[in-house]
């Protein structure tokens, strides 16, 4: 296993972290023996970086890791976690949710506290709720050693958000499809730049990279001299990248950890030559060519005064298509743009036409017109209002049950 410095706090972390949001047992349980198992396994074999949150298998994904973390292996690694800040109402409510997944891990301490999927304008109202003064205080109360945050929005905010507080690192979503989307590289060198590590999230796009690609994409990988996976060309372009401390991939078997672990063998910053980093391009761009519109997430057709994300409501649209995953992509569409945590919506519908961002968009794509067809993709159904009811009762869960328990 190769290890990267985290450039502030100088630990060394493996390469590969292990994700516990894609445990064995399915999205709300946990096969609590597989998945100690392969914990165990994966630390063996030198992984030191293990990611969870608050909501990931309905909560049960934090207990599990605590439970595999004993009998010595908590001592060879480091534990992230996250605040599930749309749950909080109130500085008090912060403080809860820590307490609250301390016990779950059964830890006094979590390494890395990450702030979880922030964006703009989450951040604005949690500024407004007094999160400084939380992250400053669960620093010095020792019960989180560094503190940071994930991230899902425009890269403008995303550097507002790197700018406002003295973060130790942070975490975003960066893979050979998404190198603009959301921060991208232009964030990744950015927080380089100030001394900022760097934790890769959705490497493969939730194993979609790893699977069977389009024909065309396939063919340019299959071209290349030196047979190699696709997941070995994804990963293996990310941690090319100066900047990126660790990839975290959600994992649950162990031929899977076995293959990472072996890809991660290699990958030192750097090591792609320009005709690999060429074929990765050109696969990149076969992709592109597939999807229904020509967006390459590069921003600068926002901000819109509507509040339209287009770049993120094209990629989910694309993404649909692309990877044939229609009620995940919608699912994601909603909860990201629609009003899910206490932010400003910033869905399709919202856009009035007033044809402000399509000179400025280098693709010449006629921005309103697309925007309508992801409206009734993704919002002009039925079911689109129970299904964000759903959605918003599975986010405020969390709080009820806290509710429930002070009523009693
Ligand atoms: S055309 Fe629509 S998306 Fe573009 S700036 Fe105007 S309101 Fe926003
Ligand atoms: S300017 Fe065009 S290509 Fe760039 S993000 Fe906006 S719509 Fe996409």
């Known amino acids: ?165 003295d973060w130790d690192f942070c975490q975003i979503q960066f893979n050979i499809l998404d190198k603009h989307f959301q921060a991208g590289v232009e964030g990744l060198d950015y927080a380089r730049s100030k001394n900022i590590g760097v934790i890769i999230m959705e490497p493969l796009r939730g194993g979609s990279l790893a699977k069977k690609l389009p024909d065309q994409v396939e063919k340019i990988y299959r071209n290349f001299p030196t047979a190699r996976s696709n997941a070995e060309w994804a990963l293996r372009w990310i941690w090319n990248h100066p900047g990126v401390v660790t990839v975290l991939s959600g994992m649950n078997h162990k031929d899977q950890i076995d293959e990472n672990i072996q890809i991660a063998e290699k990958a030192e910053v750097g090591s792609l030559s320009t005709e690999e980093l060429n074929t ?46 229609g009620i995940m992509n919608r699912g994601f569409y909603l909860m990201q743009l629609g009003d899910m945590q206490q932010r400003r919506p910033a869905l399709a519908s919202q856009c009035i036409s007033c044809g402000l961002c399509v000179k400025h968009c280098p693709q010449h794509i006629d921005i309103p017109a697309e925007l309508k067809k992801v409206e009734k993709e993704f919002e002009g159904k039925w079911t689109t209002k129970p299904l964000m009811f759903m959605l918003k009762q599975a986010l405020s869960q969390g709080r009820k049950k806290r509710e429930r328990t002070q009523d009693e």
């Open 1 to 165: 296993m190769l290890y990267r410095d985290m450039p502030k706090t100088k630990d060394k972390l493996s390469i590969l972290g292990f994700g516990c949001m894609r445990l064995p047992g399915g999205q709300t349980n946990v096969n609590e023996k597989e998945a100690i198992e392969q914990i165990r396994y994966a630390i063996d074999q030198g992984i030191n970086y293990l990611d969870t949150a608050w909501p990931y298998h309905n909560g049960k994904s934090e207990v599990v890791l605590g439970k595999a973390l004993r009998d010595g292996y908590r001592e060879k690694v480091k534990i992230a976690d996250k605040l599930p800040h749309w749950l909080c109402k109130t500085r008090d409510d912060m403080e809860y949710y820590l307490n609250a997944q301390l016990k779950r891990l059964d830890q006094e301490v979590i390494d890395y506290y990450l702030i979880h999927s922030l964006d703009g304008a989450a951040w604005d109202h949690l500024q407004s709720l007094g999160i400084m003064d939380f992250m400053d205080n669960a620093k010095e109360s020792g019960k989180a050693a560094n503190i940071g945050f994930s991230f899902h929005g425009l890269r403008d905010d995303f550097k507002q958000i790197i700018d406002d507080y």
């Open 280 to 325: 990765v391009e050109n696969a990149a761009a076969a992709f592109r060519s597939l999807m229904k519109v020509p967006c390459t997430g590069c921003q600068y057709c926002q901000p819109c005064p509507q509040n339209v994300n287009i770049p993120s409501a094209f990629t989910f649209y694309n993404n649909k298509y692309l990877f044939k995953q």
